[in-house]
């Protein structure tokens, strides 16, 4: 009986130590133990110290938007939402004593309590927040796509998304704001997305067929009527392959190629040792509209830059264009400030790129030769002739000019205001100059004063005034056998 006796006295005694220091806690003025805020620890602060510490993390740290196990700080004032510091700290320091009484205090010393910031809370900035930067948070659905596993394609599969609430998360903060930022963190509202395409076994079976060849990407020169061809194998390519979503297919998905290989590739494999270069993101665009209609060859134009030309003795401008086929207006007008009239040995001359003649997408499977030594023209087909006409060109004084040019237009019945002619079926091809409205091309016997034909009995020596002449007949059928975009050859011999 004496030994219990003494365990009572014991408990009762520690009891006692227990009770006193919890009411020495209660009457120190700090934050109880276990007591925070907006994520901030406050325990065994004063007030003025708890609201230092929130002010401070407020500012710093930001309000945490948090998805799952995703989660950002943003600058509070971005958001629209103010920490009442003061308020907020009041009110820790309150908990325990005149708020939540002794269970209250009991429960923040033995598990933790967090206590309802006041806030200072502008929804319509939040709205605004969140509808600005919901590109930002949506995690878009995943559509099935193709991968590609050891040079064949295999299917991807779809994911589920999520995508901001926002009209939802601003109602949580309107109906407890402080309640949802106690811990520091908002809580986004996301709603699932379901991803448009869910089986891409036709897209696969497509990508394998498709990777069992090269994609070749060919090259052509309009100037030099060349062609270049860069070719990339299917282990290569096959890395450039993914899926685009197109909701006009009738697997909602479409192969593309991701930009970065074909560029790449391009760049390393598409070199000229002189002027000529391809755009490279033209290239690109033309593979992937390849590729949309199931093939693997895509056609690009070889483009030219300027170039440089040393002058010689005894050369005029006149003769320089002659030689390097350009019209010495076009090489004037990028040369200012060069007296023409006066060039001198070794004298360095820009060369505009001859591409400025060459406008309109180019035909690669027609070209119209035109030989004023011979007075003749060829007009070809896939390689083939199919026109072997005499013509006339320009008088000596008024010569057609040498170089590669371009179908341009096509007028029934042209009227040439300087000269008084009608000219029939006319093609321009090339202007004289640039800026000029002038275009010399190919035309029948013109008329004057009311249909008096001209120059019916001149075909195979030169007459006009720069165009090339053709019979009635001739002009006609060459006129609706040559789009524009024809490309056009005259040479000198």
Same mark, same amino acid.
């Given at each position: 009986?004496?030994?219990?006796?003494?365990?009572?006295?014991?408990?009762?005694?520690?009891?006692?130590?227990?009770?006193?220091?919890?009411?020495?806690?209660?009457?120190?003025?700090?934050?109880?133990?276990?007591?925070?805020?907006?994520?901030?620890?406050?325990?065994?602060?004063?007030?003025?110290?708890?609201?230092?510490?929130?002010?401070?993390?407020?500012?710093?740290?930001?309000?945490?938007?948090?998805?799952g196990d995703r989660s950002w700080?943003?600058?509070?004032?971005?958001?629209?939402?103010?920490?009442?510091?003061?308020? /907020?700290?009041?009110?820790?320091?309150?908990?325990?004593?005149?708020?939540?009484?002794?269970?209250?205090?009991?429960?923040?010393?033995?598990?933790?309590?967090?206590?309802?910031?006041?806030?200072?809370?502008?929804?319509?900035?939040?709205?605004?927040?969140?509808?600005?930067?919901?590109?930002?948070i949506d995690i878009p659905a995943?559509?099935?796509?193709?991968?590609?596993?050891?040079?064949?394609?295999?299917?991807?599969?779809?994911?589920?998304?999520?995508?901001?609430?926002?009209?939802?998360?601003?109602?949580?903060?309107?109906?407890?704001?402080?309640?949802?930022?106690?811990?520091?963190?908002?809580?986004?509202?996301?709603?699932?997305?379901?991803?448009?395409?869910?089986?891409?076994?036709?897209?696969?079976?497509?990508?394998?067929?498709?990777?069992s060849s090269p994609f070749d990407?060919?090259?052509?020169?309009?100037?030099?009527?060349?062609?270049?061809?860069?070719?990339?194998?299917?282990?290569?390519?096959?890395?450039?392959?993914?899926?685009?979503?197109?909701?006009?297919?009738?697997?909602?998905?479409?192969?593309?190629?991701?930009?970065?290989?074909?560029?790449?590739?391009?760049?390393?494999?598409?070199?000229?040792?002189?002027?000529?270069?391809?755009?490279?993101?033209?290239?690109?665009?033309?593979?992937?509209?390849?590729?949309?209609?199931?093939?693997?060859?895509?056609?690009?134009?070889?483009?030219?830059?300027? /170039?440089?030309?040393?002058?010689?003795?005894?050369? /005029?401008?006149?003769?320089?264009?002659?030689?390097?086929?350009?019209?010495?207006?076009?090489?004037?007008?990028?040369?200012?400030?060069?007296?023409?009239?006066?060039?001198?040995?070794?004298?360095?001359?820009?060369?505009?790129?001859?591409?400025?003649?060459?406008?309109?997408?180019?035909?690669?499977?027609?070209?119209?030769?035109?030989?004023?030594?011979?007075?003749?023209?060829?007009?070809?087909?896939?390689?083939?002739?199919?026109?072997?006409?005499?013509?006339?060109?320009?008088?000596?004084?008024?010569?057609?000019?040498?170089?590669?040019?371009?179908?341009?237009?096509?007028?029934?019945?042209?009227?040439?205001?300087?000269?008084?002619?009608?000219?029939?079926?006319?093609?321009?091809?090339?202007?004289?100059?640039?800026?000029?409205?002038?275009?010399?091309?190919?035309?029948?016997?013109?008329?004057?004063?009311?249909?008096?034909?001209?120059?019916?009995?001149?075909?195979?020596?030169?007459?006009?005034?720069?165009?090339?002449?053709?019979?009635?007949?001739?002009?006609? /059928?060459?006129?609706?056998?040559?789009?524009?975009?024809?490309?056009?050859?005259?040479?000198?011999?």
């Amino acid at each position: 009986m004496a030994g219990t006796a003494v365990t009572f006295v014991a408990i009762g005694l520690c009891l006692l130590a227990v009770v006193g220091g919890f009411g020495l806690l209660l009457g120190s003025g700090q934050v109880l133990p276990g007591v925070s805020s907006v994520g901030v620890d406050l325990g065994g602060m004063d007030e003025a110290e708890a609201a230092r510490a929130l002010a401070s993390a407020w500012e710093s740290r930001g309000v945490l938007l948090r998805d799952g196990d995703r989660s950002w700080q943003v600058p509070p004032a971005e958001l629209g939402i103010g920490l009442d510091a003061g308020a /907020t700290a009041a009110a820790a320091q309150s908990w325990g004593r005149s708020d939540g009484g002794i269970s209250g205090a009991l429960q923040s010393l033995a598990g933790g309590v967090e206590i309802e910031p006041v806030l200072d809370l502008d929804l319509s900035r939040v709205m605004a927040y969140f509808e600005e930067n919901r590109s930002h948070i949506d995690i878009p659905a995943t559509n099935a796509g193709v991968r590609l596993v050891n040079g064949q394609a295999v299917a991807a599969p779809a994911a589920e998304g999520r995508e901001l609430n926002v009209a939802a998360t601003v109602e949580r903060m309107r109906v407890d704001g402080a309640g949802e930022l106690a811990d520091g963190a908002l809580d986004l509202v996301m709603s699932p997305v379901q991803p448009a395409v869910t089986d891409a076994s036709p897209l696969v079976a497509q990508a394998n067929a498709l990777l069992s060849s090269p994609f070749d990407v060919r090259g052509y020169d309009p100037i030099r009527d060349e062609w270049h061809t860069w070719s990339a194998p299917p282990e290569m390519w096959a890395a450039w392959l993914a899926a685009a979503p197109d909701p006009a297919s009738g697997t909602g998905l479409l192969l593309s190629l991701a930009a970065d290989g074909p560029s790449g590739f391009l760049e390393s494999a598409a070199h000229f040792a002189d002027e000529r270069y391809i755009e490279i993101d033209e290239a690109v665009t033309a593979m992937q509209e390849a590729l949309a209609q199931n093939a693997t060859e895509a056609t690009v134009r070889v483009w030219h830059r300027e /170039t440089t030309y040393s002058v010689r003795p005894g050369q /005029t401008l006149a003769a320089i264009a002659e030689e390097v086929g350009i019209p010495y207006p076009y090489i004037q007008a990028v040369n200012p400030g060069v007296n023409v009239d006066a060039l001198s040995v070794g004298q360095t001359l820009t060369l505009p790129s001859k591409d400025v003649l060459v406008p309109l997408p180019p035909v690669p499977h027609k070209r119209i030769v035109i030989s004023r030594g011979q007075q003749h023209l060829w007009a070809y087909e896939n390689g083939q002739v199919v026109f072997d006409w005499v013509i006339s060109t320009g008088l000596p004084s008024s010569p057609t000019a040498l170089g590669v040019f371009q179908v341009q237009s096509h007028e029934e019945n042209a009227y040439a205001q300087q000269w008084n002619l009608y000219m029939p079926h006319f093609m321009g091809f090339y202007h004289p100059g640039p800026n000029m409205d002038l275009m010399n091309g190919f035309h029948g016997f013109p008329t004057r004063g009311g249909g008096y034909l001209l120059w019916t009995g001149d075909l195979g020596r030169p007459v006009t005034y720069g165009c090339v002449l053709l019979s009635l007949e001739n002009a006609e /059928t060459l006129f609706n056998w040559a789009e524009e975009g024809v490309v056009v050859e005259v040479r000198g011999q």
